[in-house]
């Protein structure tokens, strides 16, 4: 027996509120862009809504009329054919009628009415087939129509699909971080800029000189200091590689290391206050494990805790990997603190390796096995900021499930090292939890896992910001896989039963959706590449240029899709962002075209750390690595032991050397802004050298060396995209 077919009143109580309106909850599932706009009932419209539906990869659509009238007629299933479309338009009469095309699962639908107004909604790539590639453009195009004509249809359209500002929400103002950027911008345009930069310059290579040549000068100092810098530098630089969906610069995760290491101080005070209390000493088994632990695995979250009190309208912009990528630059900046008082105290840099340097090992004197891995500060504590990115702009239920995990893996991986190192062992229990979640050797591992997850995240709710986020230059590769994966999802959503368990269904709808999420994210990441490849062959100007504005895209892209229907504001905005894609798409020769509880989990290990009746381990023993100085406090009382016992001129130099630090850390480092053109310079060196000086800072150099490498690139790169 035949198979029912569906009548047009099901079709269009799914997708439609009217005759001539979608549905707005229908539209808020998966984040459907959604752009109304003003053709004629044409050939060229059946053309384009049959290109729409290629691009889903799907092999035939649905289609009914949407008028009540029509409700008991069945829906038609046709071809991707452009003739087959039209003849059964026609076979409805001469008088224009409104009707619905959509696919199969409904996951799109385009609804062309009687008169000129049609609406399409969907993903990201079937509206560019019917309103082009600037989808931001078609509805403020759209909203400009409405405007001028006044008609209530057009209007009522232009709300419904918020392409109009209504007047009745307005967007919150500036906070602290946006008006200083302000400020910055303002002054970077001002006369005294050129000069500032050059000095930028000269005081960021005589500060990496400075930490080159003062552990020679010091006659105290017992080992380098740029290798701990180096070690900082190298885990923040990996992480952000891999987080290619950051929101936040590399610069700013250099300011946030800084502040880190300066966290030193204040938590060894708390540890000091804590220990005092209860009556122990230093070196004693409790505050070694208990109370350096969990004040050290809560004070490294405070930069993190502390950005929506200072930046609220910038943490609503925040991608789920710049929760982990703040999180792990505070804990280097920590690390890089306990690693530079073992330079100057102790001897050695620590923090081996090449892939997320900074941890640390224990080895067994008799067997040379590891009994104890720590993988660091920037490691642990960017795990738990991966976990808490992926909770907060997940908004799954059972994606908080993660932050506590994440918070028990640091806790008990810490834990682990400093009782070890307090001559404790951790409980039984505690041991066997430890090694399910990897005993400190797999944390870089899910630390990659989860940025990794982060980023298919945020490039799939990037994709769901297409109504107010300007296209990258450029059509969007790969549009076969996507096609190909689209259409799997369709085909594999259509056969999914509709009384089953919730559970159930939810978790098959997520495996037909898993394809569509990696090939967008991939067709982001290379259209991203692709497009920075470009732009290097125009030289680093156009680079930095490309590269500011990725990042910026990207983060105004989060906003709207975190912020729902919710107002909020856009940085820099809209319209300077457009204008600054229009004008890198003329750059690079692609012109758009018309047409983004850790106290809870401290109270769990309460009990994982017991006295052993193993003999005590020294701190300086020759298995213990020398690189970690056990907690904040002992650091701090090495630190004021060592400074006390230099001379008035060796004090000097230490305290020039921790400035020098700092320096290299918070100024010059970011993406330059300023390039002298290199005709310019050859003419005249001698006043041009302070502009080179500018955007070659210590923290410069690679930005400079890739955009010159760039120059190099062969003709044949500026085909990676078309127009």
Request: charged content about 20%; aromatic content about 6%.
């Amino acid at each position: 027996m035949e198979e029912q077919a569906m009548l047009a009143r099901d079709l269009v109580l799914r997708v439609c509120a009217g005759a001539t309106e979608l549905d707005p909850q229908w539209i808020r599932v998966d984040g459907k862009v959604t752009t109304p706009f003003l053709v004629p009932r044409d050939r060229n419209l059946v053309r384009a809504v049959i290109a729409a539906g290629r691009s889903m990869g799907v092999e035939r659509l649905l289609v009914c009329r949407t008028r009540p009238e029509f409700s008991y007629e069945p829906v038609t299933e046709i071809p991707l054919d452009t003739d087959t479309l039209i003849d059964l338009v026609r076979g409805w009469g001469p008088d224009p009628t409104d009707f619905l095309v959509c696919v199969e699962d409904f996951s799109a639908a385009v609804l062309i009415t009687a008169d000129d107004l049609t609406v399409a909604a969907g993903p990201a790539d079937f509206v560019r087939e019917l309103v082009g590639a600037d989808i931001p453009q078609a509805r403020a195009h759209f909203a400009s129509r409405a405007e001028i004509e006044k008609t209530p249809e057009l209007v009522r359209a232009a709300a419904l699909y918020r392409c109009a500002d209504t007047g009745k929400r307005r967007a919150p103002g500036p906070d602290l971080h946006e008006r200083a950027a302000a400020g910055a911008d303002r002054f970077r345009r001002g006369s005294a800029a050129r000069g500032l930069r050059a000095l930028r310059g000269a005081a960021g290579w005589t500060a990496l000189a400075v930490a080159a040549i003062a552990p020679l000068a010091v006659s105290d100092v017992r080992g380098p200091v740029l290798p701990a810098l180096a070690v900082l530098f190298a885990v923040l630089l990996q992480l952000a590689l891999i987080a290619r969906s950051r929101t936040v610069s590399f610069a700013s995760l250099l300011r946030v290391a800084a502040l880190g290491a300066l966290l030193l101080w204040p938590l060894a005070l708390v540890e000091r206050a804590v220990t005092g209390a209860l009556g122990a000493g230093t070196y004693d088994v409790v505050p070694y494990t208990y109370v350096a632990v969990t004040v050290e695995e809560l004070g490294k979250l405070l930069p993190l805790a502390l950005l929506p009190l200072v930046a609220p309208r910038r943490a609503r912009r925040l991608a789920a990997v710049d929760f982990a990528l703040l999180a792990a630059a505070s804990g280097a900046g920590f690390q890089l603190a306990e690693h530079l008082v073992t330079a100057l105290t102790v001897g050695g840099s620590g923090g081996g390796g090449w892939f997320l340097p900074g941890g640390s090992q224990i080895m067994d004197r008799d067997t040379g096995a590891v009994i104890a891995a720590f993988s660091g500060h920037a490691v642990t504590t960017g795990l738990v900021g991966a976990a808490l990115g992926l909770a907060v702009v997940g908004r799954g239920r059972w994606l908080w499930a993660l932050p506590p995990l994440a918070v028990l893996a640091a806790f008990l991986e810490h834990l682990n090292l400093n009782a070890l190192l307090a001559g404790a062992a951790l409980h039984p229990a505690s041991g066997v939890v430890l090694g399910l979640l990897g005993g400190g050797v797999l944390t870089p591992f899910f630390l990659v896992v989860l940025v990794a997850c982060g980023v298919a995240l945020d490039y799939r709710l990037i994709a769901t910001a297409a109504e107010s986020t300007p296209p990258l230059p450029g059509l969007p590769p790969l549009a076969g896989l996507r096609r190909r994966a689209r259409g799997r999802a369709v085909a594999m959503r259509v056969r999914v039963p509709g009384d089953i368990a919730p559970g159930f269904r939810r978790a098959a709808l997520a495996w037909a959706e898993l394809p569509v999420t990696l090939t967008t994210t991939l067709a982001m990441i290379v259209h991203e590449l692709a497009a920075c490849t470009i732009a290097a062959r125009r030289g680093p100007a156009t680079l930095g240029d490309t590269w500011r504005f990725l990042r910026q895209r990207r983060a105004n892209a989060m906003g709207e899709a975190r912020s729902g229907a919710r107002p909020w504001r856009h940085h820099p905005s809209q319209e300077e962002l457009t204008r600054t894609a229009r004008d890198l798409a003329r750059r690079l020769g692609l012109a758009a075209t018309g047409g983004v509880t850790a106290l809870a989990a401290a109270a769990a290990v309460a009990f994982a750390v017991v006295p052993a009746p193993a003999p005590r381990v020294p701190v300086d023993a020759p298995d213990i690595p020398v690189g970690e100085p056990g907690y904040a406090l002992l650091a701090l009382e090495r630190l004021q032991t060592w400074f006390a016992g230099l001379s008035a001129f060796d004090a000097v130099w230490a305290a020039v050397l921790l400035g020098a630090v700092l320096l290299l850390l918070v100024s010059g480092n970011g993406v330059p802004r300023a390039h002298p053109h290199m005709r310019d310079f050859l003419r005249s060196p001698t006043a041009n050298s302070g502009a080179v000086l500018g955007m070659l800072a210590p923290g410069q150099v690679v930005y400079a060396t890739v955009g010159l490498v760039g120059l190099l690139l062969p003709r044949s790169a500026d085909r990676l995209l078309v127009r």
